[in-house]
C-alpha cells in the first residue's frame, strides 16, 4: 500500500485487519476507546501484516519535532550542512511545529533517518 504521508495507509490497514479502535462517549459524557471487532473483510477471510509500530517512545514524546531534534541531536540540528543534506532533503523542515506524537508512521520513519 504507497501513497502519502498522513493519507491513513495504516488506519486503512488497521481496519482491514479488525484493529480499528471505534470512539465511543461513556456514560458520564467523557470520550474514550473500545477495541472492536470491526474488519472490512469480515469474519470468514485472513490478513496479516506488519505493523508501523516505529520507535514507540516517540509516540509519547510532548513536545514538537524541533523540541526533539534540538534535544536529541543539538551539534547536528545547529550545523547548516546537515539541514542542506539531511533535514531539507528528507522533507523534515515541514514537520517542525508538529507535535512528535500526532505523526503518522511514514513521518516518524522520515525523522528517525
Known amino acids: 500500500l504507497v501513497g502519502e504521508n ?3 495507509k495504516t488506519t486503512f490497514m488497521h481496519m482491514l485487519a479488525g484493529l480499528f479502535d471505534v470512539a465511543k462517549e461513556g456514560q458520564d459524557g467523557e ?3 473500545e477495541c472492536t471487532s470491526l474488519s472490512l473483510l469480515g469474519h470468514n477471510n485472513a490478513l496479516s501484516y506488519k505493523r508501523q ?3 514507540p517512545k ?3 514524546y510532548r513536545g ?3 523540541e526533539l531534534l534540538e534535544r536529541n541531536c543539538q551539534a547536528a540540528f545547529a550545523d547548516s550542512l546537515f539541514k542542506l543534506l ?3 532533503p528528507l522533507g ?3 514537520l517542525f511545529d508538529l507535535a512528535v506524537k500526532t505523526l503518522s508512521g ?3 520513519q522520515r525523522l528517525a533517518v
Request: aromatic residues 12%; neutral net charge; glycine residues 16%.
Open 31 to 33: 470520550k474514550g476507546y
Open 58 to 60: 516517540y509516540r509519547k
Open 6 to 8: 498522513g493519507t491513513g
Open 106 to 108: 511514514g513521518e516518524l
Open 53 to 55: 509500530d516505529f520507535a
Open 92 to 94: 523534515i523542515e515541514e
Open 86 to 88: 539531511v533535514i531539507q
Open 64 to 66: 514538537s519535532v524541533r
